[in-house]
């Protein structure tokens, strides 16, 4: 009985103690640098399944015929995750005016002196999480019913806090690039991993039968393939506006995230995405599943690319962010079990009932 107890405890106690070395390693300002990134690729799990699973609400009857419930399944599991992953983000809020220059430079304009005001963007990161937090609960449960009433204003609400907690968290950490782009491209990529990971956790489901049989994994493909090339669109457009303006500023923001690392990033994740495209030509259920690794490690690896290069001026890994990925894993896995919302547990028990849910 006290086996379950202890398992969270000690999987906390293995975060803090990874956290305590990657603080060693990186000293403060670049371990929360690293702290910054990994939190980021947790609360891509359920900020990314979120939005699928709001648009999937509106077209219920079609994710069913599709074979689509173990994947929503999948998804809600993730969404579970944001009260566990809002609470990480506190040591980010803590540490504001040591990563963010805006804290110790003058301001440019008065919105800008008004805006990136400690307290107020601590506020704000807060109102975000808050929101999506609500989100996550009122999307948990299966769906009865197409319900557009509340679609629509979900799917505009999340855009707009999506935006807005990109542009304070991620872009004006390195106000070198000034990109409308961005948010877009960041919500693309959280969505993205997300499903990448739903496709990897979801357990495996019957063919459909009938006129509307599809090929196995192709109903899981088919999403992937549609969320990378957006994304991978979204670069192209950001990178092209930029070298050919010739913007001086964003160029100087790229050439920090160039170096070797930065293009073989680049190569693999134009791979990933060509290499989708082909799959859907024959598409089957390892090569789904492959392409779902493939595509989680370059989301993942994409928000050391984002952040780091702002502390360091150059895209390297270092050993204090492999530490700090271990310890939000391990943290985010010792909170769930008491930040759980009855969702995921209508879906575990779903799991080891062997039924959807």
């Known amino acids: 009985m006290s086996r379950p107890a202890r398992h969270p405890a000690l999987l906390g106690l293995a975060g803090l103690v990874l956290l305590a070395l990657c603080l060693l390693a990186g000293g403060w300002r670049g371990a929360m640098a690293s702290y ?6 947790l609360l891509a799990l359920p900020v990314g399944a979120l939005p699928v699973v709001i648009v999937a609400e509106r077209f219920g009857k079609r994710v069913r015929e599709r074979g689509g419930v173990e994947m929503m399944a999948g998804l809600r599991r993730l969404m579970a995750l944001m009260p566990a992953a809002a609470v990480l983000g506190l040591p980010v809020l803590a540490a504001a005016a040591l990563l963010y220059p805006w804290v110790r430079e003058p301001a440019h304009t008065p919105l800008a002196a008004l805006w990136f005001m400690v307290p107020f963007f601590v506020a704000r990161v807060i109102a975000y999480l808050a929101a999506w ?10 769906f009865d019913a197409p319900g557009e009433r509340r679609t629509v204003p979900a799917v505009g609400l999340h855009a707009v806090i999506g935006t807005l907690f990109v542009t304070d968290v991620i872009a004006s950490l390195d106000p070198r690039l000034d990109s409308t782009l961005l948010g877009l491209q960041v919500m693309t990529a959280w969505s993205g991993l997300a499903f990448a990971a739903a496709i990897l956790l979801a357990w495996e489901e019957p063919e459909p039968v009938g006129r509307g049989r599809t090929a196995p994994g192709r109903g899981r493909l088919v999403p992937l393939v549609v969320l990378l090339g957006l994304w991978a669109y979204l670069h192209f457009v950001q990178f092209l506006i930029v070298w050919s303006a010739n913007l001086p500023p964003e160029v100087s923001w790229y ?29 089957g259920r390892p090569t789904t599943r492959i392409l779902a690794g493939a595509t ?13 290069p702002a502390i360091r001026d150059r895209f390297v890994l270092r050993p204090s962010d492999a530490l700090a990925a271990g310890g939000v ?6 909170l ?22």
């Open 36 to 41: 910054l990134a990994a939190w980021l690729v």
């Open 133 to 142: 937090i609500w989100l996550s609960l009122r999307f948990a449960q299966p």
């Open 255 to 283: 050439f920090a995230r160039g170096g070797w690392l930065g293009r073989a990033l680049s190569i693999v994740a134009g791979a990933v995405v060509v290499l989708a495209g082909l799959a859907t030509l024959r598409p």
């Open 296 to 308: 989680l490690a370059v989301h993942a690896l994409e928000m050391f690319w984002l952040i780091t």
């Open 329 to 334: 894993a391990c943290l985010a896995a010792a």
């Open 336 to 357: 769930r079990p008491f930040l759980r919302p009855r969702a995921d547990r209508v879906a575990s028990a779903a799991r080891r009932a062997g039924r959807p849910a």
